[in-house]
T-cell receptor, first 110, second 111 residues
Framework: KNEVEQSPQNLTAQEGEFITINCSYS?????LHWLQQHPGGGIVSLFM???GKKKHGRLIATINIQEKHSSLHITASHPRDSAVYIC????????????FGKGMKLTVNP | NAGVTQTPKFQVLKTGQSMTLQCAQD?????MYWYRQDPGMGLRLIYY???????DKGEVPNGYNVSRLNKREFSLRLESAAPSQTSVYFC??????????FGPGTRLTVT
């Protein structure tokens, strides 16, 4: 079983829809990262969080440490949000190593 | 600031050939990482360096060596390339333990 599971694996939405991407993990963590990989291949860090909620523009990330679950929400989705969204966790223990989920491919149609 | 740069962008090798992937960052970050990304799999850590002069193995280190030449540069060497090493390789850096900043990737094909 992977330590980091993302669902769904693929999602197609219409422009303007509210989108939720889920991430579950099975180990104790010190932080969770959300990353975005553009169709051209570049990877950008969106959020790093260890508790609660963070917001940046139309993106909101939440984490529930007790339930070992995080969600990334996209409000008023746009075709430029089409990308692969990757969840990664930093396990407890002081290591800097991240463990990555397989990613979720989002396509937003106009 | 260029951020994290990687060279080359693309490379084709024959089985048994060697090559070095170069990575440099200009953000004065302590930590640097090498990952590989394969279809249907998440990013997997090959090696990382927490500071100049130190390196440590990740999840998939076999067949690779690394050098942290100085604070800016972290290179990945394939001594004898194999088809199983066909992948996209990403370098990243971090002002640990915070967000990681990724390079544009190197697409490597071993025939």
């Amino acid at each position: 079983k992977n330590e980091v599971e993302q669902s769904p694996q693929n999602l197609t939405a219409q422009e303007g829809e509210f989108i939720t991407i889920n991430c579950s993990y099975s180990v104790g963590i010190s932080a969770l990262h959300w990353l975005q990989q553009h169709p051209g291949g570049g990877i950008v860090s969106l959020f790093m969080l260890s508790s609660g909620k963070k917001k940046h523009g139309r993106l909101i990330a939440t984490i529930n440490i007790q339930e070992k679950h995080s969600s990334l929400h996209i409000t008023a989705s746009h075709p430029r949000d089409s990308a692969v969204y990757i969840c990664a966790v930093r396990p407890q223990g002081g290591s800097e190593k991240l463990v990555f989920g397989k990613g979720m491919k989002l396509t937003v149609n106009p | 600031n260029a951020g994290v740069t990687q060279t080359p962008k693309f490379q084709v090798l024959k089985t048994g050939q060697s090559m070095t992937l170069q990575c440099a960052q200009d953000m004065n970050h302590n930590s640097m990482y090498w990952y590989r990304q394969d279809p249907g799999m998440g990013l997997r850590l090959i090696y990382y360096s927490a500071s100049e002069g130190t390196t440590d193995k990740g999840e998939v280190p076999n067949g690779y060596n690394v050098s942290r030449l100085n604070k800016r540069e972290f290179s990945l060497r394939l001594e004898s390339a194999a088809p199983s090493q066909t992948s996209v390789y990403f370098c990243a850096s971090s002002p640990s333990p915070y967000e990681q900043y990724f390079g544009p990737g190197t697409r490597l094909t071993v025939t």
